[in-house]
C-alpha cells in the first residue's frame, strides 16, 4: 500500500486506471527526480490534457511529459484533403451478392465528427474545471505546516476528492480532511485511502532517485523482520523484501545498507 513501497510510476498508473477515460488504454509510465513521462496510444489529442491532469495530483510530480503519446485520430485537415474522385474503391462500399457485387454510395456523415469533438470538449473542459478543485486541495495540504511532509496524493472524482497516502496521527488524519472541505467546489472527501502511522514522515522522506522507491538504511539492531514490520505491520513480509533487494541471507544485513521497500 502506499506509500509504502509504491514509487511515483506506480501510483500515477494508478491513479490512471480510476479514471474512466484512461483506464483501458494501458498507458507507460516512467518517472525520475519527480518527472514523468507518460507514452502509449491514445484517441485523440485532447487526451494528454487529462493525462496531464490526473498525474499532477501526486504527490511527488513535478513536471509531466506527454510527448510520447501517439494520438490515434485523423486528423480534419487530412480527411478534408482526401482524394473526392478517386473511383469506387475511394468513396464506396462494395456489397457482395452471388456472383455479382453491387457499389453503394455511403454518404459522408459529416455532422457526426464534429459533435463527438465537441462532446470530447466539453467533457475534458469539465475535468480540467474538477482538477482545478483537486489542485487547490493539494495545495492547501502541502501549506500547512503539519501535513507538508505527509505524502499524500489528492485524486479528483467528480467534484469531490479522494486523499490517499499515509500521516502520523488521527489528528492529522482529520486535518487534512478539514482542508480538503474548506476549498470551494469540493463536495466530499474520501480519506478511507489515508491511513495513519506513526513516524510516517521519517519512514517515507528518503527516495531512490532512480525509480521513486521508498528505501530504508539500516540501523544498528535491525532485522528484516523489524523493517518488514514497521513498513507492512507484519514481519513476515520480510521475505518480500529480500527478495526485492536480492539478499540471500535476510539474517546477514549491516548497518548503512539501504534497503528499497516493494509494494
Known amino acids: 500500500m502506499w506509500p509504502f513501497g509504491k514509487n511515483t510510476a506506480d501510483r500515477v498508473k494508478d491513479a490512471f486506471k480510476e479514471q474512466a477515460m484512461l483506464k483501458d488504454l494501458d498507458l507507460q509510465v516512467q518517472e525520475k527526480g ?12 485532447h487526451y494528454e490534457t487529462v493525462v496531464k491532469v490526473v498525474a499532477e495530483g501526486i504527490n511527488g510530480v513535478k513536471s509531466v511529459d506527454t510527448s510520447g503519446l501517439i494520438a490515434q485520430e485523423v486528423p480534419q485537415q487530412a480527411q478534408a484533403e482526401a482524394p473526392q474522385d478517386a473511383g469506387p474503391s475511394a468513396s464506396a462500399n462494395t456489397v457482395s451478392s ?12 459529416s455532422s457526426s465528427k464534429p459533435a463527438a469533438a465537441s462532446s470530447m470538449d466539453a467533457e475534458i473542459k469539465e475535468m480540467e474545471d474538477r482538477s482545478k478543485i483537486a489542485k487547490a486541495v493539494h495545495q492547501a495540504i502541502r501549506n500547512n505546516g503539519e501535513l507538508k511532509d505527509d505524502p499524500i496524493d489528492v485524486l479528483q472524482s ?17 486535518l487534512a480532511e478539514k482542508l480538503a472541505r474548506e476549498v470551494a467546489g469540493v463536495s466530499g472527501v474520501d480519506i478511507s485511502g489515508l491511513r495513519v502511522a506513526e513516524g510516517a514522515k521519517e519512514l517515507t522522506k528518503e527516495k531512490d532517485q532512480e525509480t ?18 514497521k513498513y507492512y505491520g507484519n514481519a513476515a513480509e520480510y521475505k518480500k523484501i529480500a527478495h526485492y533487494n536480492n539478499i540471500s541471507n535476510p539474517d546477514l544485513i549491516k548497518v548503512g545498507d539501504q534497503i528499497k521497500i516493494p509494494g
Open 34 to 45: 519527480g518527472n514523468v513521462t507518460v507514452m502509449g496510444m491514445v484517441p485523440n489529442s
Open 98 to 109: 452471388g456472383p455479382a457485387s453491387v457499389q453503394t454510395e455511403i454518404a459522408p456523415t
Open 158 to 174: 467528480g467534484k469531490s476528492v479522494i486523499l490517499r497516502g499515509v500521516v502520523d496521527s488521527e489528528h492529522e488524519q482529520r
Open 212 to 229: 521513486g522507491d521508498t528505501v530504508y538504511t539500516v540501523q544498528s539492531g535491525d532485522t528484516l523482520g523489524a523493517i518488514a514490520q
